[in-house]
């Protein structure tokens, strides 16, 4: 099975909003509301920034926020921060019984 | 505190094989999913499998069936990854993590800090 697709790059200044697609298909994204997102930060741990669409783990600031809409899966970052720039995965459950991650999007705040 | 110490990476030829542990401390473990994720250098994250509390259902990503198995020992709370006929494109780091895995509640919530594996001759 193929990754889950997600834009390569995406860039926003300080203060922005950006938004990163994850797109799958039926058999996942279309089917499952497990769908999570991590962020990781170049040599560190990958570290959940929401699951099962739109929740967010304790801890997570309230600036990130997700979203799914059919076979697509959404994160937004509002009031983009420094600290923000990092590369950005998806991952959802499958109807093999299995989980598949995006290919990753890499986070650049200008 | 919750922690996941992988160990057993290292440099193996192709074809080769290696045993991954990863020892958890901090929580139950036998109440919980466990799976392995893959990160080839400079590459994306890949989910290689999961594993159940009890150890009978396992879940393997189609490039690794056949050749890597998952078991665990709950009275140890260690997990393992047995990898046989190793490739060089198996080269990468492999984490251990912990799976929320209740209900409407399904999503890696802990990892480790990752072990390499390096399949070269």
């Known amino acids: 099975q193929s990754a889950l697709t997600q834009p390569a790059s995406v860039s926003g200044s300080p203060g922005q909003s950006i938004t990163i697609s994850c797109t799958g298909t039926?058999?996942?994204?279309?089917?499952?509301?497990?769908v999570s997102w991590y962020q990781q930060h170049p040599g560190k741990v990958p570290k959940v920034m929401i699951h099962d669409v739109n929740n967010r783990p304790s801890g997570v600031s309230d600036r990130f926020s997700g979203s799914k809409s059919g076979n697509t899966a959404s994160l937004t970052i509002s009031g983009l921060q420094a600290e923000d720039e990092a590369d950005y995965y998806c991952i959802s459950y499958t109807s093999s019984s299995t989980w598949i991650f995006g290919g990753g999007t890499k986070l650049t705040v200008l | 505190e919750v922690q996941l110490v992988e160990s057993g990476g290292g440099l193996v030829q192709p074809g080769g094989s290696l045993r991954l542990s990863c020892a958890a401390s901090?929580?139950?473990?036998?109440?919980?999913?466990m799976t392995w994720v893959r990160q080839a250098p400079g590459k994306g994250l890949e989910w290689v499998g999961n594993?159940?509390?009890?150890?009978?259902?396992?879940h393997y990503v189609d490039s690794v069936k056949g050749r890597f198995t998952f078991s665990r020992d709950n009275a140890e709370s260690s997990l393992y990854l047995q990898m046989n006929s190793l490739r060089a494109e198996d080269t990468a780091v492999y984490y251990c993590a912990r799976f929320q895995f209740t209900g409407d509640v399904c999503y890696i919530d802990f990892w480790g800090q990752g072990t390499l594996v390096a399949v070269s001759s």
């Open positions: 594993i159940n509390q009890d150890g009978y259902r396992k």
């Open positions: 039926r058999s996942d994204i279309g089917s499952y509301n497990h």
């Open positions: 901090g929580f139950t473990f036998s109440s919980y999913y």
